[in-house]
């Protein structure tokens, strides 16, 4: 006769078997849960970023359109659109070459540990035209990915002959030394040209009287002793006074125009240095307009890259 099973043993087997399923149960729920929170926290990630790039493209494209650069932006943006692009090809094609290259190498093991039948020669053949086939297709797509790298070093180098705004920069302060250089040798050659003429004239003016005196002391002696040629030295000396007068006068018309024209210069330095002034200000907008446009450009270059 059979021994009757203990019902309380069996009743106990089947609660700690349906605690066992509880405990797995619950451990799949933890984690659940914590697949949920992870994606939860992941979407609300995603979503502030969506926030925050369409709040820094907004402000992108208002700085952009402020400080004037929206053209030069226009004509960058489809160069790096197009660089990501490349690049994410680029990324898909070595990805797609490597699991083909795993793939046909496990084929090869495989035929290498079971060689095929004699009867498997067409098997054989097939394969054999499917890895030609394979190794051609690699190779033309070899020769495109070369083409298409050599594309983007071209367009790479043709960014990089572009000059940034530093570069400007630097180029205008080497035009504006050099500027400042020659108006230092033109100023001083100028002088220079002014008081070798004044020497001149000094001079003429020396030599003249000096020949004037020597003159009226060779003849004085001979015209003082008649009276025709006292009247004549008087009237010589007349003529001599006249034509010194009709000097000053000329010379001191031109010291007035000299003096006319040095006033209209230092008013017009006056400007200059008021112009200058607003220049030197303007070029410290600018060098700050060019970095800030320096960071933009590296802001555009590097969202394309986060999206893709």
């Given at each position: 006769?059979?021994?009757?099973?203990n019902?309380?043993?069996?009743l106990a087997?089947q609660?700690?078997?349906?605690?066992?399923?509880?405990?797995?149960?619950?451990a799949?729920v933890q984690?659940?849960?914590?697949?949920?929170?992870a994606g939860?926290y992941?979407i609300e990630?995603?979503?502030?970023?969506?926030?925050?790039?369409?709040?820094?493209?907004q402000?992108l494209?208002?700085?952009?359109?402020?400080?004037?650069?929206k053209d030069?932006?226009e004509?960058?943006?489809?160069?790096?659109?197009?660089?990501?692009s490349?690049?994410a090809e680029?990324k898909?094609f070595?990805?797609s070459?490597k699991a083909k290259?795993?793939?046909?190498e496990?084929?090869?093991?495989?035929?290498k540990?079971n060689?095929?039948?004699?009867e498997?020669?067409s098997?054989?053949q097939?394969?054999?035209?499917?890895w030609?086939?394979a190794?051609?297709e690699r190779d033309?797509?070899k020769k495109e990915?070369?083409?298409k790298?050599?594309g983007i070093?071209?367009?790479e180098r043709?960014?990089d002959?572009?000059?940034?705004?530093?570069e400007?920069m630097?180029?205008e302060k080497?035009?504006?030394?050099?500027?400042?250089?020659?108006?230092?040798?033109?100023q001083?050659?100028?002088?220079?040209y002014?008081?070798?003429?004044s020497?001149?004239?000094?001079g003429?003016f020396t030599?003249?009287?000096t020949?004037l005196?020597?003159?009226?002391?060779?003849q004085?002696?001979?015209?003082i002793?008649?009276?025709?040629?006292?009247?004549?030295l008087?009237?010589?000396m007349?003529g001599?006074?006249a034509?010194v007068?009709q000097t000053l006068?000329?010379?001191?018309?031109?010291?007035d125009?000299?003096r006319?024209?040095?006033?209209a210069?230092?008013a017009?330095?006056?400007q200059?240095l008021?112009a200058?002034?607003?220049?030197h200000t303007?070029v410290r907008?600018?060098q700050?307009?060019c970095?800030?446009?320096?960071?933009?450009?590296?802001q555009?270059?590097?969202?394309?890259?986060q999206?893709?």
């Amino acid at each position: 006769m059979a021994v009757p099973s203990n019902p309380t043993a069996s009743l106990a087997a089947q609660v700690e078997h349906i605690e066992k399923q509880l405990e797995k149960l619950q451990a799949r729920v933890q984690i659940a849960e914590g697949k949920l929170n992870a994606g939860q926290y992941e979407i609300e990630n995603k979503r502030a970023y969506n926030a925050r790039a369409v709040t820094e493209t907004q402000k992108l494209q208002e700085e952009i359109e402020a400080n004037g650069v929206k053209d030069a932006v226009e004509q960058l943006l489809p160069l790096v659109r197009r660089k990501a692009s490349l690049a994410a090809e680029e990324k898909a094609f070595k990805a797609s070459c490597k699991a083909k290259r795993v793939q046909l190498e496990h084929e090869i093991e495989d035929l290498k540990v079971n060689p095929p039948e004699p009867e498997a020669d067409s098997r054989s053949q097939e394969l054999e035209a499917a890895w030609k086939a394979a190794v051609a297709e690699r190779d033309e797509l070899k020769k495109e990915l070369g083409k298409k790298l050599r594309g983007i070093l071209l367009l790479e180098r043709k960014l990089d002959e572009i000059p940034s705004g530093l570069e400007l920069m630097q180029y205008e302060k080497r035009f504006v030394e050099l500027y400042e250089q020659e108006q230092g040798k033109l100023q001083e050659t100028r002088r220079f040209y002014n008081t070798y003429n004044s020497l001149t004239d000094v001079g003429k003016f020396t030599q003249k009287e000096t020949s004037l005196l020597n003159s009226i002391e060779g003849q004085f002696d001979q015209a003082i002793s008649f009276p025709a040629g006292r009247t004549k030295l008087v009237e010589s000396m007349e003529g001599i006074a006249a034509s010194v007068k009709q000097t000053l006068s000329k010379a001191t018309q031109r010291l007035d125009e000299d003096r006319r024209s040095l006033t209209a210069l230092q008013a017009q330095h006056a400007q200059l240095l008021d112009a200058e002034r607003l220049y030197h200000t303007r070029v410290r907008e600018f060098q700050v307009a060019c970095d800030r446009n320096e960071e933009l450009k590296k802001q555009v270059t590097t969202r394309p890259e986060q999206v893709t």
